[in-house]
């Protein structure tokens, strides 16, 4: 009987046959690696850095239907944006249920910023875990028959909604500022966890946020309610993009670059081997330029190579 161990192995081996060291697709796009992968959106891209060349707080809408990129498409501006300016502190966060625009900001602040004190306690009065435990230091007295004496102590700080979370917000961004003189940019994804008429409702709440000092990124399906929400005054955003599908040649490209990403030889070239030609043509039509659905064919496809038998 063939072990889990063994079977592990030969698809270790099979995958290795496939001159790839492991599987390039990902149906959940991170932060590492997105520069070597990202494509066909340059324009936008260079359209989004544009606007971070004054020194003016900038609101941007990004939209789109779901599987079309835009959690990646938001990470290559997080990770552009980061290396343009090392003294700007950019931030993702995805939208939680159940949240409003002012504390899900403050959320995302507090989190990039580990080191600061102030910032780790709002997390852990929202109940968040912090990077960093948090404990409050007492000198506690005391007297015997021998004399005085004391003791630290430490015990956990308590936790509590916030109340306030715009003023909180406000003062955590001012401290920030002191450290980021490029600014902050807040970047809010998968608004479209709400419906509509909540997203409506929540970035109308938020209107004396979006006016203030730090710069946003809203991103989210929304495609039914985008014209409604460039067209509404609580927030002027500067420029706003709908992300589209891919046509074949720029699938085709993203298909070269998912592949190189995971060669054993580590060189970039043109080929899309392990594919035959045609198949990787049949295999991007088949995506239908989404890059979803692309990375979840492309997860079957090496899958079903790697357990082959020998």
Not at 41 to 66: A, Q
Not at 139 to 160: H, I, M, N, S
Not at 258 to 279: C, D, G, K, M, W
């Amino acid at each position: 009987m063939t072990t889990g161990r063994e079977l592990s192995q030969r698809s270790k081996k099979n995958l290795k046959k496939l001159g790839l060291h492991k599987i390039p697709f990902t149906t959940s796009p991170t932060e590492q690696g997105i520069e070597r992968v990202f494509t066909g959106r340059e324009d936008k891209l260079s359209r989004v850095l544009n606007l971070f060349h004054g020194d003016d707080p900038r609101r941007i809408l990004i939209y789109g239907h779901s599987g079309i990129g835009k959690t990646a498409f938001l990470f290559d501006v997080m990770l552009t944006l980061r290396k343009e300016y090392r003294k700007m502190l950019v931030t993702y966060i995805s939208f939680p249920i159940n949240c409003d625009l002012q504390t899900t900001a403050l959320i995302a602040l507090a989190r990039a910023m580990p080191d600061d004190r102030w910032a780790q306690q709002k997390l852990n009065q929202m109940g968040i875990p912090t990077a960093k435990d948090l404990k409050e230091t007492n000198f506690e007295v005391g007297a015997t028959g021998v004399g005085v004496t004391g003791k630290v102590v430490q015990k956990e700080l308590p936790t509590f909604n916030s109340q306030i979370p715009e003023i909180s917000f406000d003062s955590l961004l001012e401290r920030a500022k002191k450290t980021y003189s490029h600014g902050v940019l807040i970047i809010i994804d998968d608004l479209d966890r709400s419906n509509s008429t909540n997203v409506e409702q929540l970035i109308s709440d938020a209107k004396i946020m979006f006016k203030g000092k730090s710069s946003f990124i809203l991103a989210g399906e929304l495609v039914e309610i985008a014209p409604d929400l460039l067209t509404r005054k609580y927030v002027t955003f500067d420029d706003n993009f709908q992300l589209e599908e891919f046509n074949p040649k720029t699938t085709y490209k993203m298909l070269i670059n998912y592949l190189n990403s995971a060669r054993i030889n580590n060189r970039n070239h043109n080929s899309v081997l392990p594919f035959a030609q045609e198949t990787a043509m049949e295999f991007c039509r088949l995506s239908l330029g989404k890059p979803r659905r692309f990375n979840q064919l492309g997860i079957a496809v090496i899958s079903l190579a790697m357990v082959q038998p020998d």
